[in-house]
């Protein structure tokens, strides 16, 4: 006789997007399928991940993207895979892509839906043939515009109004994390059956943490604040439990889920080179800082709330300082 269980041992993600959705009324279904669709696109990627060094996606394609980064092999099977997998599910209006330098409209034989998907494929692409946790970001947002083909506006939200963000990590197993709006939890995928099982369910992030996370490379070019900031972390200091430990792996999306569960900061911050940072507002700050806010931590470009930024252009970059909400507040 089967007893009735509440273990999330049987929660996969579907399921978890459909129950949350049936206790919303009104719900449509549309962002399970949103969600699923995701999934499925991870899932085709990560099989080209997992045996990149066995088949010549390795390397590079001799193409250069709007940021002027080269563009990898692998890169670009994401973000093709993700557009194909996407462009027909009759619930976006439009989409943008961190490897494209205009919006991507959707075919006009699709439906035209209520919702615009922005998505990095690829990030921590530095890392892709060092085998090393890569991942993919997605955001998501509910058009301004009206109807029919998906505008600009629809894309450049402030981050506060997206109603979804999650990131996909590929690294010693496969992780979705994402939130709704209602928690922000992760699935791992059991590669035995295919899919992503519920495994981390309403991650808090820490309010404190002794773990540091910067490219002190860069220190050079940092302003002396910055400088000043983190020599402070690395001050011998038993009370305020200093100095703190460096982990930097170069994938934002690692560094950033591993600050997620652990606690403490990682900061990309504006130096003399690149004043506004290295990473991408739409494409990365602004759905981490989603998560990692929704999870009780804080997200700032070192004068503001991430989340407040009202977008002016597809590509712009932003200061990132993300984590703990007292190790930002330190910050
Ligand atoms: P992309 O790989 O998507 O271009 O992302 C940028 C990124 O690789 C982040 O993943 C990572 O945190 C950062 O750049 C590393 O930059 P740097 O090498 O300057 O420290």
């Known amino acids: 006789m089967v007893q009735p269980t509440q273990s999330s041992k049987f929660m996969t993600l579907v399921r978890q997007i459909h129950e949350g959705e049936q206790s919303h009324p009104g719900a449509t279904g549309e962002f399970s399928d949103l969600l699923h669709g995701l999934s499925l696109a991870a899932k085709l990627v990560w099989r080209e991940v997992t045996k990149a060094g066995l088949v010549n996606i390795l390397g590079k394609t001799d193409r250069l993207n709007i940021s002027g980064d080269e563009v990898k ?21 439009v989409m943008a892509s961190e490897e494209n330098e205009d919006l991507l409209h959707i075919p006009e034989h699709y439906p035209q839906g209520r919702y615009a998907l922005i998505y990095d494929p690829l990030d921590g692409s530095s890392n892709i043939d060092a085998n090393v946790t890569i991942g993919s970001i997605f955001s998501i947002h509910r058009r301004v515009s009206r109807e029919g083909k998906g505008t600009m506006d629809d894309v450049l939200q402030p981050g506060h109004k997206q109603v ?21 939890h992760g699935f791992t995928l059991d590669p035995t059956v295919g899919e992503f099982l519920l495994s981390h369910e309403n991650i808090r992030i820490p309010p404190r943490g002794s773990i540091y996370s910067v490219n002190e490379g860069n ?55 690149s004043p506004e940072g290295k990473l991408r507002l739409m494409y990365e700050n602004n759905p981490l800082a989603y998560i990692v806010e929704h999870a009780g931590g804080a997200a700032s470009d070192g004068r503001q709330r991430i989340l407040d930024i009202q977008p ?15 190790e930002v507040r330190l910050a």
């Open 219 to 273: 220190i050079g070019r940092w302003k002396p604040e910055m400088q000043r900031y983190v020599q402070y972390l690395k001050q011998e200091d038993k009370e305020t439990g200093r100095p703190y430990s460096s982990r930097y792996i170069g994938s934002l999306v690692a560094d950033v889920h591993r600050t997620l569960l652990y606690g403490g900061i990682y900061c990309y911050p504006g130096d003399t080179r």
């Open 164 to 184: 979804a963000a999650g990131y996909i990590l590929y690294g010693s197993s496969m992780m979705f994390v994402y939130c709704a709006g209602h928690g922000v």
């Open 73 to 93: 092999k692998l890169d670009e099977f994401a973000d093709e895979t993700i557009f194909k997998m996407m462009d027909h599910v009759g619930h976006l209006c």
């Open 312 to 326: 002016d252009s597809l590509h712009q970059r932003s200061p990132l300082f993300v984590g703990s909400v007292e």
